[in-house]
């Protein structure tokens, strides 16, 4: 396609520069025309005046006689270039340029050859896709039916839940043996109470969890409590075991 517009351009200036050059004999054939008649005119005036000597007449013959070969030459240079622009405005429009376009539209319809195939190869591997496609969909379906939201439930309670017991319930608490003056000398605890063997275990449960790694948890929304309830404890349990 460039080659083609490359070619264009260069028989289109060949014909702009011929049609200058034969503008420029136009001009050149038309002065000499002019040049010619005012010597012819000339001319003839003198040898019309009987003032003039034969020499002065003579003169003037001779400079109308160059005008007019001057516009002979002027009149065939005009008629060279014009036969020479005519023939290759000619050969322009009826040769070079249909070749071009010619030429630009083998190139365009190649191109539009192209496209067809390319749209009917990419249709034909499309429509080798879709049986692919729908059994994939069809295997997308088939997992789908077995999807069990309570099985699912199950696995993450399994696999989430602490293993902890519900902590218990809070104890009321005597105040009243704060007043014995005993109690306080002699520092023994205001409560009488004895380490079970659940709460024992307890604590050391929260101990080992407390140094050791941590079990998972399921956002930490089992834990927080739980924590809080075994830190009282434990505080509990060694004011008394002092």
């Given at each position: ?42 001319y003839e005036r ?76 990419s249709v034909e ?15 997308v379906l088939k ?100």
């Amino acid at each position: 396609m460039l080659q083609s517009l490359s070619e264009a351009t260069k028989h289109k200036s060949l014909l702009q520069n011929l049609e200058l050059q034969l503008d420029k004999a136009k001009k050149a054939y038309e002065k000499s025309h002019k040049d010619s008649l005012r010597a012819k005119l000339a001319y003839e005036r003198a040898e019309a005046d009987l003032n003039l000597s034969r020499a002065d007449v003579e003169k003037q013959k001779i400079s109308s006689q160059m005008k007019s070969q001057q516009f002979e030459d002027s009149k065939s240079d005009y008629a060279n270039q014009l036969q020479k622009f005519n023939d290759l405005q000619h050969q322009h429009y009826t040769l070079s340029m249909p070749q071009v376009y010619q030429s630009l539209q083998d190139v365009d319809e190649k191109r539009i050859g192209s496209f067809q195939d390319f749209v009917s190869r990419s249709v034909e591997i499309e429509k080798n896709v879709f049986p692919i496609i729908d059994t994939c969909l069809n295997g997308v379906l088939k997992a789908s039916a077995t999807i069990d939201a309570k099985e699912d439930s199950k696995l993450v309670i399994d696999k989430y839940k602490s293993g902890f017991e519900p902590p218990a319930d809070q104890q009321f608490e005597d105040l009243t043996y704060l007043g014995s003056t005993q109690s306080i000398n002699d520092g023994s605890p205001p409560l009488s109470r004895t380490l079970t063997p659940r709460s024992a275990d307890t604590l050391r449960s929260t101990s080992k969890e407390k140094n050791g790694k941590k079990r998972g948890k399921l956002f930490g929304i089992f834990s927080s409590q739980k924590v809080r309830h075994f830190g009282l404890l434990r505080k509990r349990l060694l004011s008394i075991m002092r």
